[in-house]
């Protein structure tokens, strides 16, 4: 059996796949690869496009009626969430998010991204944005083209090259506010997959990951072809921050903080009410 599998080009999925991906592990199940950028994948799974797939816990509460989550291969953690970012004050001080106008202009990675779940349950209100793609965000801040931005992935690590400061820091809000770990991204599994397979191809993922730690000679080529805009610091810092023992299985504490995001985005009106995570 081969299955239709997407993610992303970030070294963190990257590595947890390669061994998959590569045909390196025995008895793993065959895999089509797709990459493509995250809220691209988010869109996708509306159509129910591949059976396996990478999403934002953002796009899930539209997503259960296709898919399940697997509990292996996701994103979630500690000081790992999205950040605010935007120019300097013109004194060169640091500004606030309280100190930019009601109209500000947000650039966003997608409106179905978990970030930008975090910054409207942070605002308590829905900011006038601009959609572009993740890695187009800290160019358009430090152009002026918005007034600040939603950044995810390896910008938080370069973000200060171009000048500029963080605004709000969404995962130690949501920390602050929840007690929780972040979640940010999930393997979901469509539910024409059967029961037993689905339980295979979580385990594999989790194989795969095993394998990366053990023999990160034999990935780590695949990981730097797709972090070709990344030197090596930034891509093993992407992975030391992303990749985690959540990364291993979501666990109890992974469960309830997806559970805490769905409830309140429900109440405040973001999502459908009554909308709840299904794992594998």
Not at 249 to 278: C, H, M, N, W, Y
Request: a negative charge; charged letters at 25%; aromatic letters at 8%.
């Amino acid at each position: 059996m081969t299955y239709s599998l997407a993610y992303s080009p970030c070294p963190n999925d990257t590595y947890i796949f390669a061994a998959l991906t590569n045909g390196l592990l025995d008895a793993a199940p065959h895999v089509e690869v797709v990459l493509d950028d995250v809220e691209a994948l988010n869109n996708a799974a509306r159509e129910g496009r591949y059976e396996l797939t990478k999403v934002s816990y953002g796009a899930i509460p539209y997503l259960l009626d296709r898919y399940r989550i697997l509990r292996a291969g996701g994103a979630l953690g500690r000081g790992c969430g999205p950040l605010v970012i935007a120019r300097p004050g013109a004194s060169g001080a640091v500004r606030t998010l309280s100190g930019l106008d009601d109209d500000a202009v947000f650039a966003i990675p997608g409106p179905l991204t978990t970030a930008f779940a975090l910054l409207r349950l942070a605002l308590g209100r829905t900011p006038t944005t601009v959609e572009m793609r993740f890695d187009r965000i800290v160019d358009a801040v430090a152009s002026g083209e918005v007034d600040a931005g939603l950044i995810i992935h390896e910008s938080r690590f370069t973000y200060q090259q171009a000048g500029l400061v963080s605004l709000l820091d969404l995962g130690d809000w949501w920390e602050r506010e929840t007690g929780n770990p972040i979640p940010l991204g999930a393997i979901l599994v469509r539910r024409d997959v059967a029961e037993d397979d689905a339980r295979a191809i979580d385990g594999a993922i989790r194989r795969s990951l095993q394998f990366a730690r053990e023999r990160e000679g034999e990935i780590i080529d695949y990981v730097r072809a797709h972090a070709f805009e990344m030197n090596d610091d930034v891509m093993r810092a992407h992975i030391g921050l992303y990749v985690n023992e959540f990364s291993d299985d979501v666990g109890t504490k992974g469960i309830a903080a997806v559970e805490d995001l769905f409830a309140r985005e429900a109440r405040a009106g973001l999502i459908p009410s009554g909308a709840l995570p299904e794992f594998v």
